[in-house]
């Protein structure tokens, strides 16, 4: 099975800071990989799909980059809305096995 | 307005059953594949199971393979999960999530619903 592992496991940030948290896959899965947000109490919410392409209605400081093991979520320019837990997931096998998650607190 | 809605969860026993549903709306159901992701109290997602537009084709996690089914009833617009024998571990939020493709094993999951809590003791 493929086995997915973030870094950092969390990490505090100011508004306006820029966030990066890396993803790493334990073999290539090419780009088929995506990242979700989740809030305290509410579902997960899909914000790359395939490494690098923003979903429908998320904001543009969202980017998402990476291809074979390793990839990059970051985002630009954090807003207060921005902190959540942070996952990805490959979607190259049929088991679509989660990172263990990344949580962004304020500073 | 797209939408999903699972139900079905309770507490249950060890050992006991338990169906989940979850009805789709505002979307082709039948166009999608269709996943159950769970997450234990205070921990990270996992993924269940899988199926495809026409349920042609299933997956499941290995730690519920053999004990959870998966089906949909494409007419009904509505997901199932039957989980028989169920364990303490098996505790958790279950989410129902949409597709973005009509294969089991492709796509992001771009529509999740709120969820519906299992939770085994005794």
New interface residues.
């Given amino acids: 099975?493929i086995q997915m592992t973030q870094s950092p496991s969390s990490l505090s940030a100011s508004v306006g800071d820029r966030v990066t948290i890396t993803c790493r896959a334990s073999q290539s899965i090419s780009s088929y990989l995506?990242w979700?947000q989740?809030k305290p109490g509410?579902?997960?919410?899909?914000l790359i799909?395939?490494a690098s392409s923003l979903?429908s209605g998320v904001p543009s400081r969202f980017s998402g980059s990476g291809s074979g093991t390793d990839f990059t979520l970051t985002i630009s320019s954090l807003q207060p809305e921005d902190f959540a837990t942070y996952?990805c997931?490959q979607?190259y096998?049929?088991?679509?096995?989660?990172?263990?998650?990344t949580k962004v607190d304020i500073k | 307005e797209v939408q999903l809605v699972e139900s079905g969860g309770g507490l249950v026993q060890p050992g006991r059953s338990l169906r989940l549903s979850c009805a789709a709306s505002g979307f082709t159901f039948d166009d999608y594949a269709m996943?159950w992701?769970r997450q234990a109290p205070g921990k990270?997602?996992?993924?269940v199971s899988?199926i495809s537009w026409n349920s042609g084709s299933t997956?499941y996690?290995?730690s519920v393979k053999g004990r959870f089914t998966i089906s949909r009833d494409n007419a009904k617009n509505s997901l199932y999960l039957q989980m028989n024998s169920l364990r303490a571990e098996d505790t958790a939020l279950y989410?129902c999530a949409k597709s973005?493709h009509s294969s089991?094993?492709?796509?992001?999951?771009?529509i999740?619903?709120?969820?519906t809590m299992v939770t085994v003791s005794s």
């Fill in positions: 099975d995506n979700y989740q509410k579902a997960p919410k899909l799909y395939a979903q996952y997931q979607s096998s049929t088991f679509f096995t989660f990172g263990p998650g | 996943h992701v990270g997602l996992e993924w899988g997956g996690a290995d989410y973005s089991s094993s492709l796509g992001a999951f771009d999740w619903g709120q969820g």
